[in-house]
């Protein structure tokens, strides 16, 4: 079993837990998945708020150590496995591009996909 736990949606198409998936497989680090039906409501399930401080998926477990919201994931996961391939730049200026460009991902490419008004979608 791995040290760290990815909670995500049931249905898996989430942006924001895609982010996640991408920054623990960037850092070649091992871990599980359990998945969390939010159309039945689970993340308000009290076993898994009173873990997620925002009862948002995806949430990472590392050991005793639980953490949602994807860019908080991502960051976390560059701070606490600094020998491995980082997720964002070390240079901050890149760093900031790279937030930048995450959270326009997040936030406007998802509603065109559900649209279908992009090619292969």
Do not use: C
Not at 19 to 32: G, H, I, M, R, T
Not at 42 to 47: G, I, K, Q
């Amino acid at each position: 079993m791995a040290d760290l736990t990815l909670w995500v949606d049931a249905f898996r198409i989430s942006p924001y837990a895609f982010s996640s998936f991408v920054a623990l497989e960037e850092k070649q680090l091992p871990y599980d998945v359990e998945e969390v039906a939010m159309h039945r409501a689970e993340n308000r399930a009290p076993d898994y708020a009173r873990r997620s401080l925002t009862v948002r998926v995806p949430m990472l477990r590392h050991g005793d150590f639980f953490l949602s919201e994807s860019s908080a994931i991502a960051e976390y996961l560059d701070d606490a496995f600094p020998g491995t391939p980082r997720v964002l730049p070390a240079d901050v200026r890149q760093r900031a591009r790279a937030r930048q460009v995450m959270a326009w991902v997040r936030s406007d490419l998802m509603p065109i996909r559900e649209s279908g008004s992009v090619a292969g979608s």
